[in-house]
């Protein structure tokens, strides 16, 4: 079935959006929130992605 997307209910500072993308990507959490920062100072638009994406990512079922 391939692997999905989920909000990470373990790894999380706000909603869990950058750890359940390291999950999926299998790399640390901690690169992608430095990229989410960095894509907020330089081009504007990480806070929107970031809501953007705390609503659209599902949660992990139990």
Request: glycine share 12%; net charge positive; charged share 20%.
């Given at each position: 079935?391939?692997?999905?997307?989920?909000?990470?209910?373990?790894?999380?500072?706000?909603?869990?959006?950058?750890?359940?993308?390291?999950?999926?990507?299998?790399?640390?959490?901690?690169?992608?929130?430095?990229?989410?920062?960095?894509?907020?100072?330089?081009?504007?638009?990480?806070?929107?992605?970031?809501?953007?994406?705390?609503f659209?990512?599902?949660?992990?079922?139990e």
């Open positions: 079935m391939g692997k999905k997307l989920y909000l990470s209910r373990t790894d999380k500072k706000l909603a869990g959006v950058c750890g359940g993308i390291g999950e999926y990507l299998e790399i640390d959490s901690t690169i992608i929130r430095l990229l989410w920062v960095v894509s907020f100072f330089m081009i504007g638009l990480g806070i929107f992605a970031y809501i953007v994406a705390a659209i990512i599902p949660h992990r079922p």
